[in-house]
């Protein structure tokens, strides 16, 4: 089966300095990812797609100057938060399509915990 | 407004007892619909999926689209079928497939 990665899968940083995280599939291409945000015992809220080769699209209320994505190749897409607060400690989740037919299964990183002090 | 409804923060039963996760959805046009299961401490992965109509680990859903609800269900409950349950439709459109996410239900099988 497709296998997607994530790097780190856990990061403590500083208020005000920026953290990228990696989200790769190991064994498949992927030109769409997905980035999700999951608070403490609530559910997955999209973020944005990642989308190989051009801009990613962001969901409504995501400040895309804040939490930056590059999707360089068909492999590896990232997320920089840039300039860290304490209210961007969360878990991201990142997750891929893989399969033919009209609708391809998603694939889950296994995430990273962030934690801004 | 488009919305996922899992009513059932923490749903709990008895070993063989069936069980069943409610989702009700509120979409325009025809979304296809996802049950993604997180057991402890392992990443999201799919349970199942409506346009298949199958059964994995003894799980079925079925789609009342006059209901707009695809609720999960499960004849006996097993304890290793304790984990968090995610009903996730997906928006009609669009080929690549994201998704949006319910409020999960934790069910919790007790021996």
């Known amino acids: 089966g497709a296998v997607v990665s994530q790097h780190p899968s856990w990061v403590i940083c500083k208020s005000g300095t920026s953290v990228k995280i990696e989200c790769r599939s190991l064994d498949f291409q992927a030109t769409t990812m997905f980035w999700y945000r999951q608070f403490p015992k609530q559910s997955l809220m999209l973020m944005a797609t990642?989308?190989?080769?051009?801009?990613?699209?962001?969901e409504q209320g995501v400040e895309k100057d804040k939490f930056l994505i590059n999707h360089a190749s068909l492999t590896l897409s990232t997320l920089t938060v840039t300039s860290a607060h304490p209210e961007d400690s969360s878990f991201y989740i990142c997750?891929?399509?893989f399969g033919s037919g009209r609708v391809p299964e998603q694939y889950f990183g296994p995430g990273t915990r962030l934690t801004v002090t | 407004a488009q919305r996922v409804t899992q009513p059932e923060k923490l749903l709990s039963v008895f070993k063989g007892a069936p069980v069943e996760l409610k989702c009700n959805y509120s979409?325009?046009?025809?979304?296809?619909l996802f049950w993604y299961v997180q057991y402890s401490r392992q990443r999201l992965q799919l349970l199942l999926r409506h346009i298949s109509r199958e059964s994995i680990k003894g799980f079925t859903a079925d789609l009342n689209k006059g209901e707009t609800s695809f609720h999960l269900k499960k004849p006996f409950a097993q304890e290793e079928d304790s984990a968090m349950y995610y009903c996730?439709?997906?928006?009609?459109?669009?080929?690549?497939?994201?998704?949006?996410f319910g409020k999960g239900t934790k069910l919790s099988v007790k021996p």
């Open positions: 990642s989308n190989e080769g051009s801009k990613a699209t962001y």
């Open positions: 997750s891929a399509p």
């Open positions: 996730a439709p997906r928006p009609g459109g669009g080929s690549q497939g994201n998704l949006i």
């Open positions: 979409y325009s046009g025809s979304p296809e």
